[in-house]
């Protein structure tokens, strides 16, 4: 089956720091995903970002569906942005997730 | 005006009890999900229905049934529930059409299982 890493497992930033989360996967998919689950469980859909680049407000994403990876830009980090992040691929039919990104942001 | 709803939020019941999980949907998606979250965060997927047929069971044991009444529930029925079935499970759903608001998977807000 295809796998979907995610990088890095845990971030701790200072309010008001930029990240860059990273997912690789290994094999070629038709659609990929960025949820963030906030401290409450809530799965929160970011972006649907098959190929190219999407923004929305402080976030946005980009996919190389060419060379296998999607990032995640944060900027400006806010405590609320805490929580963990995934990404997920689409393949055969179901929604395949990476193991997350632990985001903590402290003020 | 809730997209994919799932009930109960929380559930707490003894071991060897039966219990259902209950999930609808508003947004007009074909296909619906459940997905199980371990305690270490790990999602993954247990059964997934089209239009009421099942088309994905990735060997979850016979304990778990899931049921379609029509394209808009996905129920979950779980038998003699054990200890490591705690976990919260999340009912989605999807609709591949490019171009509209409703496409890639929308997820309900999880049901927390615990077996006591």
């Known amino acids: 089956g295809i796998q979907v890493e995610q990088s890095p497992p845990d971030l701790i930033l200072q309010e008001g720091a930029n990240s860059t989360l990273r997912c690789n996967f290994s094999d070629s998919v038709n659609n990929l995903q960025w949820f963030h689950q906030n401290p409450w469980g809530q799965l929160i859909n970011l972006f649907y970002i098959p190929s190219g680049t999407k923004q929305n407000g402080r976030l946005s994403a980009t996919t190389v569906a060419t060379e296998r990876y999607s990032l995640l830009y944060i900027s400006s980090s806010q405590t609320t942005d805490s929580g963990v992040y995934f990404c997920a691929v689409e393949y055969g039919n179901k929604l395949v997730f990476g193991a997350g990104t632990i985001l903590r942001v402290k003020s | 005006d809730t997209a994919v709803s799932q009930t109960p939020k929380y559930l707490v019941t003894q071991m060897g009890n039966d219990k259902s999980i209950k999930c609808e949907q508003n947004?007009?998606?074909?296909?619906m999900y459940w997905y199980k979250q371990d305690s270490k965060k790990f999602l993954k997927i247990m059964f997934s229905?089209?239009?009421?047929?099942?088309?994905i069971n990735e060997t979850v044991p016979n304990r778990f049934s899931p049921k379609s009444p029509d394209k808009a529930h996905l129920n979950l029925h779980i038998n003699s529930l054990e200890l490591g079935d705690s976990a919260v499970y999340f009912c989605?759903?999807?609709?591949?059409?490019?171009?509209?608001?409703?496409?890639?998977?929308?997820f309900g807000s999880g049901t927390r299982l615990t077996v006591v």
């Open positions: 229905y089209n239009n009421k047929e099942l088309i």
């Open positions: 989605a759903s999807s609709q591949v059409v490019i171009q509209t608001p409703n496409y890639g998977y929308t």
């Open positions: 947004l007009g998606h074909d296909t």
